[in-house]
């Protein structure tokens, strides 16, 4: 049945004013866009005291982690929403890390970074096999080498160490050259004394946590090496720390361990320096699979 005149006219009537609307709501959208652009740019500025641009992250990172430019943008907000010790978005970030696991979209502020150490230029990568690895190990978590002996005791020989690499068995750490020195030492010790590990132990916040201080000390022949290459200028960025290194009460423990073994100690060491090699081989191998 069609429709009278009035029942169309009330119909009418009504989709105009539908149409009115929906236009005034698109023109009232576009008006705030112009004017408040933050609110569709994820910026929650409130308006209380300047406006002040700062850093979001796009991306979450866990603690200790580089803070990558990759992993930043800027935004808009009002220095009243925000904490006092913000981070304006002027600040040159390359230094800096997280000192806990921060999530994506997360404000940066003072409280949530720290500058991480300059790298030395003595600093290079090095690769290790020999250590025994925690399962849950991943690149970029920070790290403690201990060195355990016959007896049950446990020594520090590297401290707070990124993971740089992983795969299987090996580990790359960027290393000094006293820490390589060190490492070296606790490596050929180990080799000799068949009951003894090194352990790769985890940080558990490595953005808060401070760095454990290392307990081991190496041998004689090893620490002069060391100490006159300090002497020198070779390598050595600070003299003082490799100074106090040397403990000659932890000294005589490890030695009356390794006493245990004389006798034994070339064809021990040769032991461990061959499976080293063939561990180092076959990485090396699988790693030109494809080319």
């Known amino acids: 049945m069609p429709a009278n005149p009035i029942q169309r006219k009330a119909r009418n009537s009504f989709l105009l004013g539908m149409l009115i609307m929906l236009l005034i709501a698109v023109i009232a959208i576009i008006v705030v866009y112009l004017v408040f652009p933050e609110i569709f740019s994820g910026n929650l500025s409130t ?3 300047e406006s002040v641009s700062v850093y979001k992250l796009t991306k979450s ?30 600040i040159n970030l ?34 290790f096999n020999m250590l025994t690895l925690p399962s849950t190990l991943r690149v970029g978590d920070y790290i403690d080498v201990r060195f355990t002996v016959p007896s049950g005791q446990n020594f520090i020989v590297l401290s707070k160490k990124q993971v740089m690499s992983l795969k299987n068995t090996t580990v790359s750490l960027y290393l000094t050259e006293d820490e390589i020195l060190m490492m070296s030492g ?18 558990v916040e490595a953005g808060i946590q401070e760095a454990s201080t290392p307990t081991y000390s190496v041998n004689n022949e090893v620490y002069q090496l060391i100490q006159s290459n300090a002497q020198k ?17 932890i000294r005589n423990i490890i030695n009356q361990e390794l006493g245990q073994y004389t006798g034994n100690e070339i064809t021990n060491i040769q032991e461990g320096i061959d499976k080293e090699k063939e ?13």
């Open 279 to 291: 561990t180092s081989m076959e990485l090396y191998l699988s790693g030109l699979e494809g080319y």
């Open 47 to 49: 308006g209380k005291g």
């Open 61 to 90: 990172i866990k603690s200790g982690e580089k803070i990558d430019s990759s992993y930043l943008t800027t935004v808009t907000m009002a220095s009243g929403d925000l904490p006092a010790d913000y981070v304006p978005s002027n």
């Open 233 to 249: 200028g070779i390598n050595i960025e600070d003299y003082g720390k490799i100074n106090d290194s040397y403990n000659a009460d």
């Open 94 to 127: 390359s230094e800096y890390k997280s000192k806990v696991d921060l999530q994506a979209g997360t404000v940066l502020s003072g409280s949530l970074i720290y500058q991480g150490e300059k790298l030395a230029d003595s600093a290079r990568l090095v690769e």
């Open 186 to 203: 606790a490596i050929i010790e180990s080799y000799i004394m068949k009951a003894s590990n090194l352990q790769v132990i985890q940080y």
